[in-house]
T-cell receptor
Framework: DAKTTQPPSMDCAEGRAANLPCNHS???????VYWYRQIHSQGPQYIIH???NNETNEMASLIITEDRKSSTLILPHATLRDTAVYYC?????????????FGAGTRLFVKA | DTGVSQNPRHKITKRGQNVTFRCDPI?????LYWYRQTLGQGPEFLTY????????KSRLLSDRFSAERPKGSFSTLEIQRTEQGDSAMYLC???????????FGSGTRLTVV
């Protein structure tokens, strides 16, 4: 099963872009990259997901390298409320079954 | 619809007792997932349902754990003969389909004393 590697923590200045890296070098062709975040005492919140192409939504952008071995989540203008643990996971859901593995995530601190 | 609802929010039980948690997903969501999360770790997948059918169970789901989703609506997770190692946050999530955005509930925190 593909696993992900993320730095344990990162800092970002308020108003700046936060770029959170994720390594998933053993990802398979049918596995998607998903990003979630979790604020203390709440359930995880879905942010974005993608397979091959870069994706953007109202919350963030997801940049996936051409070889799909790594990705970066970009929060374009970080605010204090973006302080959270960010999880990058790979997930497969097909006739072969469902697999999703969360790691320990990256704790992002947004500072004023 | 106010999102995914989990009850109770907190549960303290004595070792050996049985506990049951309830999850009410977003009404039009076909998929329902259960996860367990311990302090400082990411969520661990336990099981999921497509409508009323339980399609996948993790090795983590021992025979003391059972989940149901009658009529494809709410779901229950029961733990029999609880052990201290069962202490964790139990999270429920739902989604419209297999690749859609999951919506998580706030979880049920179980403490076994």
């Amino acid at each position: 099963d593909a696993k992900t590697t993320q730095p344990p923590s990162m800092d970002c200045a308020e108003g700046r872009a936060a770029n959170l890296p994720c390594n998933h070098s053993t990802i398979s062709g049918n596995e998607y990259v998903y990003w979630y975040r979790q604020i203390h005492s709440q359930g995880p919140q879905y942010i974005i997901h993608g397979l091959k192409n870069n994706e953007t939504n109202e919350m963030a952008s997801l940049i996936i390298t051409e070889d799909r071995k790594s990705s970066t989540l970009i929060l374009p203008h970080a605010t204090l409320r973006d302080t959270a643990v960010y999880y990058c996971i790979v997930r497969v859901d097909n006739t072969g079954g469902f697999k999703t593995i969360f790691g320990a995530g990256t704790r992002l601190f947004v500072k004023a | 619809d106010t999102g995914v609802s989990q009850n109770p929010r907190h549960k303290i039980t004595k070792r050996g007792q049985n506990v049951t948690f309830r999850c009410d997903p977003i009404s039009e969501h076909n998929r329902l997932y259960w996860y367990r999360q311990t302090l400082g770790q990411g969520p661990e997948f336990l099981t999921y349902f497509q409508n009323e059918a339980q399609l996948e169970k993790s090795r983590l789901l021992s025979d003391r754990f059972s989940a149901e989703r009658p009529k494809g609506s709410f779901s229950t997770l029961e733990i029999q003969r609880t052990e201290q190692g069962d202490s964790a946050m139990y999270l429920c999530a739902s989604s419209l389909d297999s690749r859609g955005a999951d919506t998580f509930g706030s979880g049920t925190r179980l403490t076994v004393v």
